[in-house]
């Protein structure tokens, strides 16, 4: 217990799957948590069981997409707990489509989302962070998509890689500053969220085929991918930044 305690996070798409995950987890271990998302039914029920377990929690509106919601969390964060230090830029969409099917009002609302809010969390997540001298960390949700190639996400793709090459210049800016301000990229496997089950459709088939792109023989918990940002929002990881976290189950390891 208590490996970011007294820091403050703000965690986007923190109402379902493994953003609620990464908000809980981070509580536990002592941070305060800005659960932000455009559910606010289920931002708050995040919120209540945060602080049924004794934490630390205030649910924001975030539309990630969207610069002026990306200023009025951050200043939300500063005025309720006094700081920033950690922000996980989660939120994302799932969009299947080849190259040749994907429109682009659909390409481009899948980058506003993936990649935009990603760009948006980062850029006034360090504007937030600088207000104090300690530093911090940022963690952006890229995903095994953004390392490998699948002829039916075209746009996922295009927005996962982006977030990969994105965090690395940001984590090399920070560094250079002198900001103290580390930037790390995640890259899950498929993890059974939400989000995940939305693909399968209740398809105990489909549902298997995921399984069995996975070497070590099941699907990944919301709760697997939210201890690997902790470590990444936590002092232990002081010397990494511009690095990436794959948890993945074997998956790009074949």
């Known amino acids: 217990m208590g490996r970011v305690q007294g820091k403050v996070a703000i965690v986007s798409g923190a109402a379902l799957g493994i953003g609620k995950a990464t908000a809980q987890l981070l509580a536990q271990e002592g941070a305060s948590v800005v659960v932000g998302d455009i559910n606010k039914e289920e931002g708050e029920k995040t919120v209540s069981e945060i602080e049924g377990e004794g934490g630390k929690a205030q649910f924001f509106t975030l539309d990630v997409s969207k610069e002026e919601d990306w ?15 950690i922000v996980v830029n989660n939120a994302g969409i799932a969009y299947s489509g080849t190259v040749e099917s994907t429109s682009l ?27 104090h001298a300690g530093g911090g960390s940022i963690i952006n949700l890229s995903s095994i998509e953004g390392l490998i190639g699948d002829p039916e996400l075209a746009a996922y793709n295009a927005s996962k890689g982006g977030v990969r090459i994105f965090t690395k210049s940001s984590a090399l800016h920070c560094a250079k500053a002198g900001y103290n301000i580390r930037v790390n990229s995640v890259h899950p496997g498929y993890i059974w969220t939400p ?4 693909l399968t459709q209740e398809d ?9 792109l996975h070497p070590i023989g099941h699907l990944g918990a919301p709760e697997d991918i939210a201890y690997g940002i902790l470590y990444l929002a ?12 794959v948890i993945d189950g074997g998956y790009t390891a074949q």
């Not at 200023?71 to 700081?83: I, N, S, W």
């Not at 105990?204 to 069995?212: K, Y």
């Not at 936590?234 to 976290?245: I, R």
């Open 71 to 85: 200023k009025a969390v951050v200043e939300a964060a500063l005025a309720t707990f006094g700081r920033l230090d």
């Open 204 to 212: 105990e088939a489909a549902r298997q085929r995921l399984v069995d």
């Open 105 to 131: 009002e659909a390409w481009r609302r899948v980058q506003s989302i993936n990649l935009d809010g990603v760009f948006l969390g980062t850029k006034y997540g360090i504007e937030g962070i600088r207000k």
């Open 234 to 245: 936590s002092d232990e990881s002081k010397f990494v930044t511009g690095s990436e976290l």
């Open 195 to 198: 989000m995940v089950e939305g």
